[in-house]
């Protein structure tokens, strides 16, 4: 998501020259724990703040978290373009990443290898400040511990190039980082339902099983500065750079430039 | 009794000797051509990253902003970034260091604090860069409340730098003879005027040497940095030189470099190494200029 954030950046310099936009990366975790701290105005965040984080950060600030959806993401399965394989259930991939999962062969995925000393799944994934870490450890895990000897990397980028060089791999990350080398999945919520490839549409409407809200949070009333990137991030110019950057748009009727108030209980 | 007549040749090579000679030779030859093999990392380092970066090479490189998400364009806010952080760091540790090592080196008795301190100077010379990073983060950014920012990351760098300064300096000063000082107190001047009039001057050329050395350091960090004030980007006008204020984020070469590598989509490699070639030529450029500097001043010496 930090892409996204640097172009919207970029961007931004020319509409509004005199404000500034800096942008750090690192993860959704680090951008949260900025705001906390107040050293960020927004942090951008590909899955929920927590309530312990809404918590500290009022205890902080006193200020009351608030929340922007300013996209969607679909998180796609990654495998070598090579690989036959072409979908996947929610309960196949909680056996292959789960801490207590089953899956670690290819062919216990039904896909036979030429050579049976390759048939042991690498798998790759985020470092556990991603908000993709998380959004997953959430969402297919139902929050069990990812399996030791998962490869965890440090941006969505490296995942993708790692998996276009490996063909035995396979990994999880944002739909925009696809490569030539690499194939996505069809992703199935359990076996006999229709597997639906991460698209736009299939985001939008929910069809696709692992799809995600971006999130751009701010804590209390925001600045004029503020408000007014705000404001244009949910302009059509401001998510024109979405698509840019492989992710979703949030349609007109759907956009909240006001945000929505974190409940944080005390 | 008979006179062996024929001793042959006495300046003749004796076997053994022989044998020494191509021993000696032997090892002189395997000694230069483990010399040589040093040089090769060098020159494959730089050729490999001249390959690499070759198509991306230009001249606009260094003054354009970057554009379409850091793919296009070129390394002006990170370049510019870079050379706050070094000039910054470098001018608050070079009075510091110096001032400390003209304290130890000049004026301090050998007392057992001043051992201790000297220990601590070397010791603070092999802390690992993470180390100092973290505690840039404590004492700059939270202690000090300077925040993630240019100011917080020049002083982190300093702290960094400051070991050597001091220790370079020290040995620079020790190398100007003590008759030199000896002569100027005869004459009736106190320790202070000799160190300005005399010592100071003939030291110039080695504290310039111990600076320069941590410029190329200071420059290539990106630990310290990370923790205290560089940002993945941040707009800024091609070629503005006010680009950041000190209480403001930048960008850096050495962290634009990891942040195109690994982070950025759809990068051209030729770019990541145009950044890497860029960061040499930024240490090489300041380093030439400050040797010229110091053969200028050394120029000037009449011993």
Redesign the interface.
Known sequence: MVNLAQAWAEAYAGVEPGVRVEVSGGGSGVGVAALIRGSADLANSSRDLKASEAEAALKATGKEPREYVVGYDALAIYVHRDNPLESITLEQLRELFAVDGRISRWSELGVRLPNPRHDRIVRVGRQSSGGTFEFLRHRVLEDRDFRLGTLELNGSKEVVELIANTPTAIGYSGMGYAVAGVKLLRVAERVGDEAVAPSPEATISGRYPIARSLLVYGLGEPRPEVKAYLAWILSDAGQGWLTVTGFVPVPPERRQPGGRLVEVSR | MKIQADVGNPFRETPAGAHQRRFETGIRRALAMLTVLLILPLVAILGHLLIEAWPALRWSLLWES??N??KDGGLWPALVGTLYLVGLSLAAATPVGVAAAVYLHEYARDSWLNRVIQMAVINLAGVPSIVHALFGLGAFVYAARL??SVLAASLTLAVMTLPVIITSTREALAAVPMSFREACWNVGATRWQTLRAVVLPNALPGILTGVILQVSRAAGETAPILFTGA???????SGDIFAYRLD??CMALAMHLY?LA?????VRPALPAATAITLLGVVVFVNAAAILVRTRTRSHRRW
């Not at chain 2, 690994?262 to 759809?266: A, F, H, S």
């Open positions: 970057p554009r998400g850091m925040g993630y940002v993945f980007y941040k707009s800024v006008q403001e984020q942040t690994t982070q950025v989509p759809g």
